[in-house]
C-alpha cells in the first residue's frame, strides 16, 4: 500500500501521472460558485476555464460529486453523460440538501454494502436473518450519511470536508482492495483516509499548500490509528 501526495494544479501534475496505474479518479471538486473561504484557489473560474480542469480525466474511470445544477452545467459538458448516478442526501440548515455523484467508467455495486434490515421482527426478514442474511443491499439514494458539521471531529482546516465514510462508500462501490485511487481535488485529505481504512493506495493533488500540509498530517495520524505501514512520497 502507497501513498502518494503532490503540491500543485491538478491540469499540471495529470501530465506527469502516468494515467494506466490509475483505477479510479474519485474526488469531490471546487464547486466553482463562488465560496470565499478558501485560502488560495478563486472559486469563480470562467465556464470554460472550470471545464477543462474537469476535461482532464475524460476517458478515466471516475466517480464525481457535486450539485445537480452544476452536474449539468459542468460536469456532463466536460466528461459526457454519466453511466449511473447517485443521491447523497443529508440534513443541513442549507438550502441545498442533496448532492449527485456521477460514475463515468465505474458501475457502483450496490450489493456490496449492506444495510440493516428496517423491520426485523417482520416474519419474512425475521427468516432471512435466521439464514444468515445480515441486511438488503444499499440502493442509490443514501439518506444516512451527514455532512461534516463544525462541531464534528472530522472537521479540519480545509473548510468544505465531505465526510469519510462517504467516500469510504463510493471506494468500496466501484473498486477492490489493492487498487490506486487518485484525488486531483484533494483538500482536506479525506480520499486518502479513505483508502487508508479499505486498503487502497492513493494518489492526491492540492494546489494550497497550507490544505496539503494539513491533509499529509491527517494521513499520518490515520496511518497510526489503523496500525499500517504505508510507503508516503
Known sequence: MFIDTRLGNCIDVMQVIDKTQIDAVITDPPYNIGFQGYNSYADNLPDDEYIEALSTFQQMPVAIIHYPEEMMRWVIPALGAPDYVSAWCYNSNISRRFRL???????????????????????????????????????EWWDDIQIVKNVSK???????????????????????EG????????????TGLACIRTNRNFIGIEIDPKYLENANGRIKNEQILQGVNIGMD
Open 101 to 139: 455523484i456521477n460514475y463515468y467508467g465505474l458501475k457502483p455495486e450496490y450489493s456490496r454494502i449492506k444495510k440493516s434490515y428496517k423491520n426485523p421482527t417482520d416474519r419474512r426478514i425475521k427468516k432471512l436473518i435466521d439464514n444468515g442474511s445480515v441486511g438488503t443491499s444499499l440502493y
Open 154 to 176: 472530522e472537521k479540519s482546516i480545509h473548510p468544505c470536508p465531505v465526510p469519510i465514510k462517504l467516500m469510504e462508500r463510493i471506494i468500496l462501490l466501484t473498486t477492490n
Open 179 to 190: 487498487d490506486t485511487i487518485l484525488d486531483p481535488f484533494m483538500g482536506g485529505g479525506t
